[in-house]
């Protein structure tokens, strides 16, 4: 037997290499190090307060099957981005702000234009919440993969000064819900949303009922970044938590979140569902505790702040772009959270 | 149509990852702040000198197809915590010591007891390279993954003192290269190898000739963890580079390091190969080119220092346990790497 090739086609591999090189370096700033070789990334921490520690934050996300409905609708990069707005939102839940991210692509064989749409998506996102693209592995796996589809994965890195660090610490009953809306179903029920899709009969392309877009625009709205809205208001002490409503919807995110003693009673009718779950749920028969613990329902982050603060906050939100509704409150009891109308 | 399930199960996707957590905690320093939520990890940087600033450095990588040897083997615990390693000495390269790993796990249906031997070999490795597994993402994708499969990939955080920092500047002609002895073929080469073994007719509980034990001993011993060896050299700035061997061979990742105007000379008789090399290039009569740039050949790191003090870091290097072998040295020249006798 003679060994002709490896499964891999390694001048390709290189060249796919390079090119994200080239648009990852797009994204670095004066404190990234290039170093030759290249085996890790090195970057500056931004300078703290003299003398206080500086706290380094971390989070690893998948995109999941919303890259198979972009891939469909020729969006991969914006679903790639998606993924990064995801990490620097679960940064800014503990208070600390994006520093690097850092990409894993794995396909059955890599195709170079998907690669580098996603690449692209991934840089200008990163561009957008001021994270370095500080490195990243491309796999090419034809035994572990289907063919013709994508996986994305990332890390993002961060860093807080411990006195802006959001420890639940400050979280007390009669704190008020602010509920920031969210685009759309940001990056989490695609494996119900795809399969109702898939039963109703339409296309992407189709009008979404009760929508001015199409099914693919409902569906691929971009994963929405709160930093430049609640940056601010975690800098200024506003804020006692913050939950960012991923897998397991609002309740499941907000009782991650709630020290002991206290549980959180989120009111379903203080806003109006966006008309992409409306359909979902209604196209699928969806019964309202699955829709609840498998769709953000139009709220994508949750500020926690204290009662006499909430108006203030919640105006500085809505002037930085958000739309804000107040949700629900804490209380006393034991942990969990309740929904009443 | 009613909805009954969205493919995965959440009852088993909370359990895996309560269990995950509880794994993940015991690899924790008193470094690590506990967050309710967990949306980030959040850490404390260990202290650097008064004044200096602190790097931070992070590389991401997959296991790649050695998993699937390892599923095969039922030795899947040992091919994750060689991803640990693969992430640490990569950090080395630089001087970077690991701080954290965050691990992403993904199979077309989350098998637990997979799942968890995964997050077991994470956790051992992290405690041995002193990293805290700081946090992760499983990911259930029947639409994305084979069944049967698992692929995983992990980020490694690390801090370095600038002053340790390995940035090929100080890197010059004349510099002696020691390579250290690889435990087997790491994580690189296996599409090749899992070929060669299969056209083979061996089953991996079958001697490996050559050697002393099995197919599965050889090709999936550890990935080799350099740094109490050459933690102290980087310390001591004995080093002037550092080439971890991984995809692209010995001359590949040598190139990745050099400066303009130096070329390396890469010695082949000067160390022996190890059997499970002979016998893969043999079996799967593996032209000699393609054996440098797709395996380690016996050689995971080269440590580049100057002449005169390369007689005593190799001295160090052996009392530290390695295996050192003088594999060749710079000269100047247009950069790439040479092979001579």
Redesign the interface.
Known sequence: ???RD???D?ARAEAIKRDILEVARATWSAGV?P???????????P?GRPGV??????????V??K??LALAAGRVEQAAADLVYHGAN??L??G?RP??F???V?QSRLDAGVVASVVRGLARACREVRAAL????T?E?P????PG???V??????S?DPAM????SATRPGDVLLGLGSSGLHTN?Y??AR??VA?SGLSLSDPLPGTRGSVADALLAPHRWYGPALEPQVAHGELH?L??VTGGGIGG?LA????PGVRAVVRGRAWERPAVFRWLIE?????EE?AR??FNLGIGMIAVCAPERAADVAAALRAAGETVHTIGELEAGAAGVAWRD
Chains 1, 2 share one sequence.
């Open positions: 037997m003679r060994y490896a499964g891999v390694k190090r170093l030759p070789g290249g085996f890790a990334g090195v970057m500056e921490l300078a520690l500086r706290l380094v934050a971390a989070t690893m996300d998948g999941g099957t890259l198979h679960d940064l839940v503990h600390a520093l690097a850092l990409d894993y794995a500080l490195g990243g592995e796999a796996m035994d572990t993969y289907l589809v994508i996986d994965a990332g890390c993002m890195l961060g807080v660090l959001l420890d639940g029920g494996a119900l399969r109702i039963r938590a939950a960012h995110n991650r979140v709630l020290p196209a699928g028969d969806v019964p699955d613990s498998t």
